[in-house]
């Protein structure tokens, strides 16, 4: 399975969410970010759902950026591409693993997607984002970080 720690040091992206500035994207990471919040805490049975829900989203979010991207002439469109190809590589592996019932790989597949998204949101969807901004409104747009949430600590 390829390595998706793109920050490792970085916070979960739900601990950490942002908005780049640019709505269809913003709205692709906060639904990307809720599912990621539903990691079962129990039964098997409540992975194969959640995984084949996160590869299907991540094939409609990277779908969509791509798509940004080409349309817009992305410059280092290349390495942004590269990336979301192989975490969907990624999820086909894991997916295709609980499908024959072998989910040991899903906790750790989704803790890896909390941890990688925040690095790939603030280094390449930002830039991303400022350039679909400046295409679209002729300028940079606003980023809002908003606070931490801090949980509680599980037992």
Do not use: N
């Amino acid at each position: 399975m390829t390595d998706l720690r793109h920050a490792p040091d970085a916070p979960p992206a739900a601990d950490r969410p942002a908005e780049l500035g640019f709505p269809p994207m913003d709205r692709i990471h906060a639904e990307f970010e809720q599912l990621l919040m539903r990691r079962p805490a129990g039964s098997d049975d409540e992975w194969l759902p959640l995984l084949s829900e996160i590869d299907a989203h991540l094939r409609s979010h990277f779908e969509a950026e791509d798509r940004w991207m080409t349309e817009t002439a992305f410059p280092p469109r290349d390495c942004h591409m590269e990336e979301h190809a192989a975490v969907l590589r990624s999820s086909q592996e894991v997916l295709d693993l609980a499908r024959q019932g072998r989910f040991d790989a899903a906790p750790s597949f989704v803790d890896a997607l909390a941890r990688w998204f925040p690095g790939h949101a603030d280094y390449l969807d930002s830039a991303l984002a400022a350039w679909l901004c400046k295409q679209r409104f002729g300028g940079k747009p606003i980023v809002v970080h908003r606070p931490e949430r801090r949980e509680a600590p599980r037992p």
